[in-house]
């Protein structure tokens, strides 16, 4: 009974197994990733237009959560960079950044997209994320980085505007280049340097002075943290709220209430379609993260589980006041690296966040937010992947559009849109290309059993006998595709007097491809030619045996290409096949 409730409750079963041992690696990851989460809670509290406590509350309850219901062993789960521009953009369209509703919003989001993980979890529809294709994807994340870095430059030159696509952005503060405060660009730049150099080179200095690879990446981890310390000493020790530099605030004291937030039925409404797409875009890249780590120690991720799992995170982000939460990469490889062994260093973390936020943000009232600001910049400037583009480009130009739709659209559109666009194009072009499949003469390769095109290798063919290959399963959108191109390969070859359809490829054939396929065996009767198929699949034979087109067939169904090739070349007049050479270069296909 206990397995089976562990399936579902995941910290059942590695809970029984818990020891000092494993306490005691969990104790010290906890430090480590609590030490990194604090700065980056704020500063994406800050990206999604929020006031700095409610990156803290969205660390705290979503983590213990997790822990209960995850499957990884090493997700750390919280604020990232996408979801909270997402977060923005999508508030930002019901209020005002700073206002009530606004922050209703952003806690709202957390509930919905909580509740559309949750049911998708429980009903098993995690194959929806699959709708989000790698190319658009990595091209929305891509864009996102550059979007977000953006949206902080204002908080490093010290502007006030506001905007959300990428012209929006960049036109104010060319417009207002002249209101510049030096104080807030010096600490900024030099905030990015440090940050920079640490991330770039202060791991190659602490490994030449001979401190233990491992612990040079901790030092750089810790990076924000110094950067955190060191700028809140400086707008102490100069006074610079007064000279301009807009500081964090005042961070109330204390944990947030917990209850569910007013329901506003309107604003739901309005919050759905964003909801869903954070909701996705959260989940692929959470198990995407969460099954790059578990294969390294080999360990499983369900993905269903772990939609129960964010999903549950996110309603309890809601209940504690935060918004939209998933799992991060930084903070999950930190995680992994630091030797946490179980969820609980989740539950650890938390406890840090709420320490953190009961007795320490007083001290984070003078913090800068240029600060927070190129702390976002350094973390999301690592998503854009440049090489992809051309990689994509190279490989398949129908995902390159795909692809650069959604960037395009992202930049200067919308956060929303640029998903959607390259959702709906990605389908449309998967229809297109599949609506033309490939379709290819082939013959035999002399020697052997095998079938290949005819126009890519030497093989043996017969006149009467036609064989063509259907690399595509067979559906709506291609079932007439196939009818007129087997006709055209009719109708240029009068001596054929038997046509076997390979369906070696074929994994589904719909409704209306079997209407076509009926057809097609009509026609070829009319013209005097028997219609045969072969290596037809298990799964394919079991549902056309429920139909009336292998009994009306007028030729037979063959197991393999080869038992139907031998056997109508003895029923011809033409005897020994003939040799056909392929017209260009010899490939595999």
């Given amino acids: 009974m206990i397995n089976r409730i562990s399936t579902f409750v995941p910290i059942l079963d590695w809970g029984r197994h818990y020891n000092r041992q494993t306490l005691a690696s969990d104790t010290m990851a906890a430090v480590i990733v609590t030490i990194m989460l604090v700065p980056q809670s704020l500063a994406y509290a800050m990206l999604a237009g929020l006031p700095a406590k409610y990156g803290l509350y969205a660390s705290i309850l979503p983590l213990v959560v997790y822990a209960v219901f995850g499957t990884s062993r090493t997700l750390a789960v919280g604020p990232v960079a996408v979801a909270s521009l997402m977060t923005a953009s999508a508030a930002g369209t019901i209020a005002a950044q700073g206002s009530p509703d606004y922050v209703l919003a952003a806690v709202l989001l957390a509930i919905l997209s909580g509740a559309m993980l949750l049911a998708m979890g429980i009903f098993r529809l995690g194959f929806l994320a699959n709708f989000l294709s790698h190319p658009v994807i990595s091209g929305f994340i891509s864009a996102s980085g550059?979007?977000?870095?953006?949206?902080?430059?204002?908080?490093?030159?010290?502007?006030?505007?506001?905007?959300?696509?990428?012209?929006?952005?960049?036109?104010?503060?060319?417009?207002?280049?002249?209101?510049?405060?030096?104080?807030?660009?010096?600490?900024?730049?030099?905030?990015?340097?440090?940050?920079?150099?640490?991330?770039?080179?202060?791991?190659?200095?602490?490994?030449?002075?001979?401190?233990?690879?491992?612990?040079?990446?901790?030092?750089?981890?810790?990076?924000?943290?110094?950067?955190?310390?060191?700028?809140?000493?400086?707008?102490?020790?100069?006074?610079?709220?007064a000279k301009g530099v807009a500081l964090v605030g005042e961070i109330p004291q204390g944990l947030p209430a917990l209850g569910f937030p007013q329901v506003d039925p309107a604003m739901l409404q309005d919050l759905a379609i964003p909801a869903l797409l954070i909701s996705l875009i959260g989940f692929v890249e959470s198990v995407s993260v969460a099954q790059t780590l578990a294969s390294k120690r080999r360990q499983r991720i369900v993905p269903d589980q772990e939609l129960v799992a964010l999903g549950a995170a996110n309603i309890a982000s809601s209940v504690s006041s935060g918004f939209p939460v998933t799992g991060g990469f930084a903070r999950s490889v930190v995680n992994f690296d630091a030797g946490a062994q179980t969820p609980a260093a989740g539950i650890f973390t938390a406890a840090g966040i709420a320490v953190t936020a009961l007795f320490f943000?007083?001290?984070?009232?003078?913090?800068?937010?240029?600060?927070?600001?190129?702390?976002?910049?350094?973390?999301?400037?690592?998503?854009?992947?440049?090489?992809?583009?051309?990689?994509?480009?190279?490989?398949?130009?129908?995902?390159?559009?795909?692809?650069?739709a959604t960037i395009l659209g992202t930049l200067f559109i919308g956060v929303e849109t640029g998903v959607v666009l390259g959702v709906v194009l990605s389908l449309?072009?998967?229809?297109?290309?599949?609506?033309?499949?490939?379709?290819?003469?082939?013959?035999?390769?002399?020697?052997?059993?095998?079938?290949?095109?005819?126009?890519?290798?030497?093989?043996?063919?017969?006149?009467?006998?036609?064989?063509?290959?259907?690399?595509e399963s067979l559906y709506f959108a291609n079932s007439r595709f196939l009818e007129d191109r087997i006709a055209a390969l009719v109708a240029a070859r009068p001596e054929v007097r038997h046509l076997v359809?390979?369906?070696?490829?074929?994994?589904?054939?719909?409704?209306?491809?079997?209407?076509?396929?009926?057809?097609?065996?009509?026609?070829?009767?009319?013209?005097?030619?028997?219609?045969?198929?072969?290596?037809?699949?298990?799964?394919?034979?079991?549902?056309?045996?429920?139909?009336?087109?292998?009994?009306?067939?007028?030729?037979?169904?063959?197991?393999?290409?080869y038992d139907a090739f031998r056997a109508l070349c003895t029923s011809t007049a033409s005897g020994a096949p003939d040799l056909i050479r392929p017209t260009g270069s010899i490939v595999v296909g």
């Avoid at 072009?429 to 609506?435: G, Q």
Wanted: aromatic share 4%; net charge neutral; glycine share 6%.
């Fill in 146 to 241: 550059i979007l977000i870095a953006a949206s902080q430059i204002k908080h490093i030159l010290g502007i006030s505007v506001s905007g959300d696509s990428l012209v929006e952005i960049l036109t104010p503060l060319a417009m207002h280049a002249a209101d510049i405060n030096p104080y807030t660009l010096a600490l900024g730049a030099g905030v990015l340097a440090f940050l920079y150099f640490v991330r770039l080179r202060l791991k190659h200095v602490l490994t030449a002075l001979g401190m233990p690879a491992h612990a040079g990446d901790m030092v750089v981890k810790a990076g924000p943290v110094l950067a955190v310390v060191a700028t809140i000493a400086l707008a102490s020790a100069f006074d610079l709220g």
């Fill in 361 to 404: 943000t007083p001290y984070l009232a003078a913090l800068p937010q240029a600060t927070l600001a190129a702390t976002i910049i350094v973390a999301v400037l690592s998503l854009v992947d440049v090489k992809v583009l051309r990689r994509i480009w190279t490989y398949s130009k129908i995902d390159f559009i795909a692809m650069a």
């Fill in 501 to 561: 359809l390979m369906c070696s490829a074929v994994n589904a054939i719909d409704a209306s491809a079997l209407e076509s396929l009926e057809e097609i065996n009509h026609r070829l009767k009319d013209a005097g030619i028997m219609l045969h198929l072969s290596e037809v699949k298990g799964p394919v034979m079991d549902r056309l045996r429920k139909t009336d087109l292998l009994e009306q067939l007028t030729g037979k169904v063959f197991l393999s290409q």
């Fill in 428 to 471: 449309v072009l998967h229809l297109y290309r599949t609506s033309t499949p490939h379709i290819a003469i082939v013959g035999n390769v002399p020697g052997s059993e095998h079938f290949r095109n005819v126009e890519r290798h030497d093989v043996l063919t017969v006149p009467e006998i036609l064989t063509v290959r259907v690399d």
